[in-house]
């Protein structure tokens, strides 16, 4: 089975409930799924074990690596439960938050977290059920909270707290999340998404406990991780603009902004970047977005960003396969206006400085262009030529070939690039002939076409790209 995308940006597309099947599974990758996430927030060992074999399973029967996400949970701060499941408020209206066991009521509310307690200072806003809810700390003691209600209409169990503008002391990975890790390191998982970043030191933490086993993806969902992103960006493999906690901790006018500087910080480094969280969230219900919703993922994409990403719309909704083919759709309808191209062209990274495998790309990049190549292919151990050519944003596939499946799962959240996994060519001429025989093999050229190759020189050895060369297809 050979599958051809027509579009550059990649989807990631959450399991879930819905998608659960082998069956709709392969109707997702189908409709245009190139990578999949496991929320590790649910389900066994057992039940992730089955979905990572039902994903390898699917892969091998197209014969096109699909990157994995394992996505942890990460430190989530709830409020406790009440007396009657939840509680009515009004503006105004004052509150009790503490330690207590005791289940809440109309005048106290169970934060079983201390470290809120002694980190927020009298004046600081706490925000419930992704901001629905908020509140004004009054009064603080050494074990409780007295706040007034600023907005709101109720609270119920479990609903999770937002702090804004508060680096709390606590870790960014739980037990829950250490035990999961390792889990989805065992299970072979491409990529981990790290939930709740909020500075440098926890992404060290996180790549110590990796040890190379999988990269590593860092979820913004804190202002304070967005004050050190240059640091973060230097640690990490990749960035998720993870919009839900960002959107509440943040002024929602201010995400727009935000956004658009991660993915243009992740592009000029050539590190992959998702945006992220309710682009279609009408379709978990309908089988048509909004147009608003329409509009926010050719944002993304106008801004660059190597991938978009659906939660709940493939996890839960009524339609996971339709919201697949319209994300689909508008991503194929930006890459082919012209205004697109206009806005990858003005921002293509700086060439001043450039090591030779930088250099090479960029080169590989405009010679594509001069030529009318079909395709752009690299020959890589790493993976580090395709994340290269890939900042450039280039109209053409970028064929990477490899013989590393890990490699080829991983490129798969990658811009434009077609992962392929071939056998190891020992010598030049090989090379070339390989490349022009995969090329046609999978449909991205015929005789006649012309394709720009990239590879190193001596083989195999990481980061050495020094080589461009074109080469006609037979």
Known sequence: MTIKRNRHTKILATLGPSSDTKDVLMKLVLAGVDNVRMNFSHGTPEDHKRRFDMIREIEQETGRPIGIVADLQGPKLRVGKFRDKKIALSEGMELRFDLSDEL??????????????????????????????????????????????????????????????????????????????????????????????????????????????????????????????????????????????????????????????????????????????????????????????????????YDGTDCVMLSAETAAGAYPVEAVKMMDRIAQSVEKDGLYRRIMDADHPATENMNTGDSITAAAFQVAIDVDAKAIVNYTTSGSTALRTARHRPTVPILCLTENTTIARRLSLSYGVRPIVTSDVKNFGAMVSSACEIAKASNYANAGDRLVITAGVPFGTVGSTNILHISTVE
């Not at 007034?148 to 479990?158: E, I, Q």
């Not at 390191?185 to 981990?192: F, S």
């Not at 006018?253 to 009408?282: D, F, H, Y």
């Open 104 to 301: 809440g009521d109309e005048t106290r509310v169970q934060l079983p977290h201390p470290e809120i307690i002694s980190t927020v200072n009298v004046g600081d806003r706490l925000l419930m059920d992704d901001g629905k809810v908020r509140v004004i700390i009054k009064e603080k003691g050494d074990d409780f909270l007295v706040v007034t209600v600023a907005a709101g209409v109720a609270l119920s169990n479990n609903k999770g707290v937002n702090v804004p503008n508060v680096t709390l002391p606590i870790p960014a990975l739980t037990e829950k999340d250490l035990r999961d890790l390792e889990t989805a390191l065992d299970l072979g998982a491409d990529w981990i998404a790290h939930s709740f970043v909020q500075r440098p030191e926890d992404v060290a933490e996180c790549q110590r406990l990796i040890a190379g086993r999988a990269k590593h993806i860092v979820k913004l969902e804190k202002p304070s991780a967005l004050e050190f992103l240059d640091e973060i960006l230097a640690l990490t493999d990749a960035i998720m603009v993870a919009r839900g906690d960002l959107g509440v901790e943040i002024p929602p006018e201010n995400v727009p902004a935000a956004q658009k500087r991660i993915v243009r910080a992740c592009r000029t480094l050539g590190k992959p970047v998702i945006v992220a969280t309710q682009m279609l969230e009408s379709m978990i219900e309908s089988p048509q977005p909004t147009r608003a919703e329409a509009s926010d993922v050719a944002t993304a994409i």
